[in-house]
């Protein structure tokens, strides 16, 4: 499970930053200052945005790795009650079926 974590957080990463690429180019298409253009690429932080957004949830999924080792575990369990069992089955097994 942990692999799989790994793996998604990476690609959850790449995407952030393929979004904020399309999100730029989106707002440069649609027309813009270069003000806002710049405020969104280099620091988002002044205002918060779908681009803050973005960024704040990826570094949120970053430390769910941690907690989902902590609350996944393996424990033993012995049944308590005991079970019967009827299956309809030969009493005798047929001459030549066991070498």
């Excluded at 949830?57 to 575990?73: F, G, M, N």
């Amino acid at each position: 499970m942990a692999l799989l974590t790994t793996a998604l957080n990476i690609l959850a990463l790449v995407a952030v930053g393929e979004g904020v690429k399309m999100a730029w180019w989106n707002a440069a298409i649609r027309g813009t200052t270069v003000f806002s253009l710049h405020d969104n690429w280099a620091m988002p932080h002044r205002s918060f945005n779908i681009i803050s957004l973005a960024k704040l949830a990826v570094t949120l999924i970053a430390i769910d790795q941690p907690l989902i080792q902590r609350a996944s575990s393996v424990v033993s369990q012995h049944p308590s009650l005991a079970v019967s069992v009827i299956a309809p089955i030969a009493q005798e097994i047929p001459f030549g079926y066991t070498d």
